[in-house]
């Protein structure tokens, strides 16, 4: 049986693992032109065994539709520093060639009733195997640093309380909620002037390399000519 998993959900795996060699490769570039990187750092995992037997039971899928019927069995995440970070991240998506979105969600602008906010797209993603090619559902969350913080959060208080939380408890998790997209509006207010400070730093870090490589090139040129004397 674990075998069989084991091959189910190979083709998941390389599916994140593609990703995020190129989500990773999109910041790299970014970088490289010294623009503003929409792309903070990206994560991704498959879901374990358990975590999907336990949402098929929930959700009534049968096994043998587990992978036209559940969306999240990859899944990758994605942080940006700013909201408009998001939507321009999503932009990209959706020009991309080597996926297709099937499903978009925007818990941004409709948040949901706990206050968890991001913004979700099912890909179909295909992935190379041996002898065939397999058409991958792939779940990506993007969000903010802040909207991050507090999905975790309350992830783990869900995990606790099973969805039933203290009246106490789910008051203050809205609260929270609203305390950090606030934060994340205040940040969209200077993020003009954020941007800038990264630029001017990345850019002094990189003439800094570029000093430390000519130096070491020097001391490795004068080691080189002693070593022959």
């Given at each position: 049986m674990r075998q069989?998993?084991?091959?189910?959900?190979?083709?998941y795996s390389q599916a994140v693992d593609e990703l995020k060699?190129?989500?990773?490769g999109i910041r790299k570039q970014y970088q490289q032109e010294n623009e503003h990187v929409p792309i903070e750092f990206v994560t991704g995992r498959v879901k374990p065994v358990d975590?999907?037997?336990?949402?098929?039971?929930?959700?009534?899928?049968?096994?043998?539709?587990l992978e036209s019927d559940m969306e999240d069995i990859a899944g990758l995440r994605i942080m940006c520093q700013f909201v408009e970070d998001i939507y321009q991240v999503v932009e990209l998506l959706r020009k991309r060639n080597d996926l297709e979105i099937v499903v978009e969600k925007d818990?941004?602008?409709?948040?949901?009733?706990?206050?968890?906010r991001s913004y979700h797209l099912v890909c179909q993603y295909p992935v190379?195997?041996?002898?065939?090619?397999?058409?991958?559902?792939?779940?990506?969350?993007?969000?903010?640093?802040?909207?991050?913080f507090w999905a975790t959060i309350e992830h783990s208080l869900n995990y606790k309380y099973?969805?039933?939380?203290?009246e106490e408890i789910r008051q203050r998790l809205q609260k929270t909620a609203e305390s950090a997209f606030q934060l994340d509006e205040e940040m969209s207010k200077i993020r003009e002037e954020i941007k800038?400070?990264?630029r001017i730093f990345s850019y002094d870090k990189r003439q800094e390399q570029k000093k430390g490589r000519s130096k070491r090139s020097f001391w490795e040129a004068e080691n080189n000519e002693n070593w022959g004397r």
């Open positions: 069989e998993w084991d091959l189910f959900l190979a083709p060699v190129k989500l990773r975590s999907i037997l336990n949402k098929a039971e929930l959700r009534e899928i049968p096994l043998e539709r818990y941004i602008t409709n948040k949901k009733p706990s206050g968890y190379q195997l041996t002898h065939e090619e397999k058409k991958i559902l792939v779940e990506i969350q993007i969000r903010t640093l802040s909207m991050n099973q969805g039933e939380y203290p800038e400070a990264q």
